[in-house]
């Protein structure tokens, strides 16, 4: 038995070999009882097939090809695959093996190393990959099976060994027996073959086992019985071998997938409070001597500058915010805060909205599709929306802007320097000028003009003793 290392080997001329990867992903994924294919489930933000697939890009292979099923799903794969990689459809799914199978195909001709992955093992790095790569040149094997030792090995399949310790062949859980069900040490799913030797062994392959599958597993004993050699390569990284089959697996490897992203971060110089309630998605930024605070998400595409603090409580979906900005118990969508702006707690920033530098967006604060400009302030209980803000405008409390007539959305414009009095309501489309003011509690309907005061509300009447009056007669309701 031969142990995984990193260490260097002989310099081979099979190193020059041409590699092409196939990776296998048009699995069901029956166990995740899901009416997504299991490769698109999303872990940390992306498809776990995408993880794969960068490990396998970041080898350079002459040729990738991806295996995928026929849903539409798939579509975004394809979409998301470099533009040197060749995605194939297997239509219908007959097993592993015969998904290699459609995955040779566009490998007709290919002369080299094929490597084959698994798709659903989403923590594989490009690292343990180069490793086996180079045990199967420094072995002159014919094919290369990746193993691990697990302390649970679950319904893995089994690498059987004769008793001079050489592999015999890989058995499925479901199709092996009680003494090799024993066996801890199970098939990770990579590998690598001959391409001349995997095409002429495939068609080999039968359906005749526990899940009526055509099993690339079984190749393995295929390879052996030709008197082909069949290497083995051991890994310790119990980690990069986990694979996806089940809802339970998913959060498993989702965990570590996680733990990784915030640990990149921290490693980069970010704060992250507690990373136990801290979720980032992969691809997300932060930057320098910024401070992740408890129970926060940042997802999709957020990026997040230097020196900011964002939480307690935040989500944030594909959010901008620059440097120096303060987020607080808040929820941002497609939205863009700028450099030393102030949000929360407890704002909702929806898409299209832009804080210009210094502006604030303050408590039970809602802004949609609108621009708030430089050193603006929405400080509290307003909804804004399809709106543009000047600069040092100041924002009433309670100020709503009436953007919706029941069929259409309107635009509500106000300038540079205003004044908006509290609990102001403006009825879009309409404009306020330059400096102008709006008395608190007006309804403006109509623009108003630079340096002006909008008023638009009842005049006020005392009615004097009322009170008094109301009181009398004294009445005994018993
Ligand atoms: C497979 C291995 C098992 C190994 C385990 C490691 C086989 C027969 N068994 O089991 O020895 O321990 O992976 O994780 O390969 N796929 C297709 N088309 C199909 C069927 C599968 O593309 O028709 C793809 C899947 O998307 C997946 C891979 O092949 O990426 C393996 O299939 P899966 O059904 O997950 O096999 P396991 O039971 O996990
Ligand atoms: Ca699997």
């Known amino acids: 038995m031969s142990v995984d290392t990193a260490t260097g080997s002989s310099a081979s001329s099979r190193a020059s070999r041409p590699l092409a990867v196939v990776v296998l992903a048009a699995g069901l994924g029956t166990r995740m009882k899901s009416d997504l294919p299991k490769v698109l489930h999303p872990i940390c933000g992306r498809p776990l097939l995408a993880y794969v697939l960068d490990a396998a890009a970041a080898l350079q292979p002459e040729r990738?090809?991806?295996?995928?099923?026929?849903?539409?799903?798939?579509?975004?794969?394809?979409?998301?695959?470099p533009s040197t990689a060749i995605s194939v459809v297997q239509q219908e799914r007959l097993g592993s093996g015969d998904a290699v199978r459609a995955g040779?195909?566009?490998?007709?001709?290919?002369?080299?190393?094929?490597?084959?992955?698994?798709?659903?093992?989403?923590?594989?790095?490009?690292?343990?990959?180069?490793?086996?790569?180079?045990?199967?040149?420094?072995?002159?094997?014919?094919?290369?099976?990746?193993?691990?030792?697990?302390?649970?090995?679950?319904?893995?399949?089994?690498?059987?060994?004769?008793?001079?310790?050489?592999?015999?062949r890989i058995v499925e859980a479901r199709d092996a027996s009680p003494e090799e069900r024993a066996v801890a040490e199970i098939n990770v799913g990579f590998y690598v073959f001959d391409a001349a030797e995997l095409r002429r062994f495939l068609p080999s392959l039968t359906a005749d086992n526990a899940q009526g599958e055509y099993y690339l597993t079984d190749l393995v004993h295929r390879f052996l019985e030709a008197g082909d050699r069949v290497a083995d390569f051991?890994?310790?990284?119990?980690?990069?071998?986990?694979?996806?089959?089940?809802?339970?697996?998913?959060?498993?490897?989702?965990?570590?997938?996680?733990?990784?992203?915030?640990?990149?971060?921290?490693?980069?110089?970010?704060?992250?409070?507690?990373?136990?309630?801290?979720?980032?998605?992969?691809?997300?930024?932060?930057?320098?001597?910024?401070?992740?605070?408890?129970?926060?998400?940042?997802?999709?595409?957020?990026?997040?500058?230097?020196?900011?603090?964002?939480?307690?409580?935040?989500?944030?979906?594909?959010?901008?915010?620059?440097?120096?900005?303060?987020?607080?118990?808040?929820?941002?969508?497609?939205?863009?805060?700028?450099?030393?702006?102030?949000?929360?707690?407890?704002?909702?920033?929806?898409?299209?909205?832009?804080?210009?530098?210094?502006?604030?967006?303050?408590?039970f604060v809602e802004i949609k599709a609108s621009r708030v400009g430089r050193g603006s302030k929405v400080p509290h209980l307003s909804y804004i929306g399809d709106t543009t803000i000047g600069e040092g405008t100041n924002i009433g409390a309670g100020t709503i802007t009436a953007?919706?007539?029941?069929?259409?959305?309107?635009?509500?414009?106000?300038?540079?320097?205003?004044?908006?009095?509290?609990?102001?309501?403006?009825?879009?489309?309409?404009s306020v000028g330059d400096g102008a003011y709006t008395g608190a509690g007006s309804a403006i309907t109509k623009d108003i003009p630079p340096d002006a005061l909008g008023v638009a509300r009842g005049k006020q009447e005392n009615i004097e003793g009322y009170a008094q009056r109301r009181r009398l007669p004294t009445r005994d309701d018993g």
């Open 234 to 363: 051991l890994t310790a990284d119990v980690e990069a071998s986990m694979g996806v089959n089940s809802r339970v697996e998913l959060a498993g490897v989702t965990a570590i997938m996680r733990a990784r992203i915030l640990e990149r971060l921290m490693l980069d110089g970010a704060t992250v409070e507690d990373p136990s309630s801290t979720y980032v998605d992969w691809g997300v930024t932060v930057g320098r001597d910024s401070i992740i605070r408890p129970q926060t998400m940042l997802t999709g595409a957020t990026t997040i500058g230097e020196r900011c603090i964002v939480g307690p409580g935040c989500v944030l979906q594909d959010a901008i915010v620059d440097d120096g900005a303060s987020v607080v118990s808040s929820h941002l969508v497609e939205c863009r805060v700028g450099r030393d702006c102030t949000v929360g707690p407890f704002a909702y920033i929806r898409p299209r909205t832009e804080l210009a530098e210094g502006a604030k967006a303050g408590s």
């Open 104 to 168: 040779m195909d566009p490998l007709a001709g290919f002369d080299g190393d094929v490597m084959v992955l698994n798709g659903d093992v989403p923590l594989v790095g490009e690292e343990l990959l180069l490793r086996l790569r180079r045990h199967h040149i420094d072995c002159t094997a014919r094919a290369t099976i990746t193993s691990v030792v697990l302390a649970e090995p679950a319904h893995y399949g089994r690498v059987v060994r004769d008793a001079n310790g050489d592999v015999r």
């Open 64 to 81: 990738l090809v991806v295996v995928v099923g026929p849903e539409q799903e798939y579509d975004r794969v394809r979409a998301a695959l």
């Open 403 to 430: 953007n919706y007539d029941g069929e259409r959305k309107h635009p509500t414009t106000i300038g540079d320097g205003v004044k908006v009095g509290s609990d102001t309501v403006f009825v879009a489309p309409v």
